[in-house]
């Protein structure tokens, strides 16, 4: 959970972490993205002041968003949010719309924006990092636009997964996770609905300058390479 405090430099200076406490309160979802945010160390003193950073990890089914996004945390401290895992651990726990939610993934479309969006607001709510990888969202223009409303910001960059179609349609065919949107049929459905909807969101981001294409095609480690330096370019504004 992030908090505010009343004065930055109060809460840098003062080793009274009690009153510093006594003037910190809790920040929603939009102030998160629009506030500097102080952390607190160990011994329960305000440490340092930080600025959230958000990218958005987007790319075909299969391209290998998840895998990549792992070694982003392990490397670089990130919290992933999935929104593919939000909306199936929404289906098992069975969270309000889980019927609907079941019936749009086995069909390959999107959920509508404001089931997602909320799920990733909680889910950003409850976590005490400032740093996040939103993998899988927006998937639309209508995803794009219900968050960017919310949190009145956009994502300091954006991945895309660069990966052919038929090397996306072998990966997803061997997951092997037990999905029930990984069969051909489904399948074929999620490649024509990523080029409808989520190319315009990618077009949206380049067009930005906030988009980084990524070959998706070698090895995890030599994808993993190009990624890197995107983040240790980055890395003032992140650590
Ligand atoms: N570079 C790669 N080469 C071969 N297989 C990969 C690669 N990256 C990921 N995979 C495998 O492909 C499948 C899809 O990867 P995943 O990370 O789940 O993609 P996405 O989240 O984009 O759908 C998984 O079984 C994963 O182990
Ligand atoms: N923003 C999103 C993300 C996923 N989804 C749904 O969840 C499915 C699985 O998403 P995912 O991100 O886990 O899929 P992969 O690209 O990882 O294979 C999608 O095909 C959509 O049906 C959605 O509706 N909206
Ligand atoms: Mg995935």
């Given at each position: 959970m992030w908090w505010r405090v009343a004065s930055s430099r109060f809460a840098l200076t003062s080793s009274r972490s009690?009153?510093?406490?006594?003037?910190?309160?809790?920040?929603?979802?939009?102030?998160?993205?629009?506030?500097?945010?102080?952390?607190?160390?160990?011994?329960?003193r305000p440490s340092t002041v930080k600025t959230p950073f958000v990218a958005f990890?987007?790319?075909?089914?299969?391209?290998?968003?998840?895998?990549?996004?792992?070694?982003?945390?392990?490397?670089?401290?990130?919290?992933?949010?999935?929104?593919?895992?939000?909306?199936?651990?929404?289906?098992?726990?069975?969270?309000e719309n889980s019927a609907m939610i079941l019936d749009t993934i086995k069909e390959g479309k999107i959920v509508p924006s404001e089931v997602t969006v909320?799920?990733?607001?909680?889910?950003?709510?409850?976590?005490?990092?400032?740093?996040f990888l939103i993998d899988g969202f927006p998937r639309s223009e209508e995803n794009r636009i219900a968050f960017e409303k919310i949190i009145g910001a956009e994502p300091?960059?954006?991945?895309?997964?660069?990966?052919?179609?038929?090397?996306?349609?072998?990966?997803?065919?061997?997951?092997?996770?037990?999905?029930?949107?990984?069969?051909?049929?489904?399948?074929?459905?999620?490649?024509?609905?990523?080029?409808?909807?989520?190319?315009p969101v990618i077009k949206h981001?380049?067009?930005?300058?906030?988009?980084?294409?990524?070959?998706?095609?070698?090895?995890v480690d030599d994808i993993f390479e190009q990624v890197r330096p995107l983040f240790t370019a980055n890395e003032k504004e992140i650590e």
């Open positions: 009690s009153s510093v406490h006594q003037a910190a309160y809790r920040l929603n979802f939009r102030e998160f993205f629009t506030t500097e945010i102080l952390t607190w160390a160990k011994d329960g990890v987007l790319g075909g089914p299969g391209s290998g968003k998840g895998t990549q996004c792992t070694k982003i945390v392990e490397t670089f401290g990130f919290t992933h949010l999935s929104a593919g895992d939000l909306l199936r651990h929404a289906i098992s726990s069975n969270y909320k799920l990733i607001q909680r889910a950003i709510e409850s976590s005490d990092n400032y740093k300091n960059i954006v991945l895309f997964f660069d990966c052919p179609e038929e090397e996306m349609v072998k990966r997803v065919l061997s997951r092997n996770e037990g999905r029930v949107d990984d069969n051909i049929d489904t399948i074929k459905k999620r490649l024509k609905v990523f080029a409808a909807l989520n190319l981001y380049s067009e930005r300058g906030k988009v980084h294409k990524i070959n998706a095609v070698g090895t």
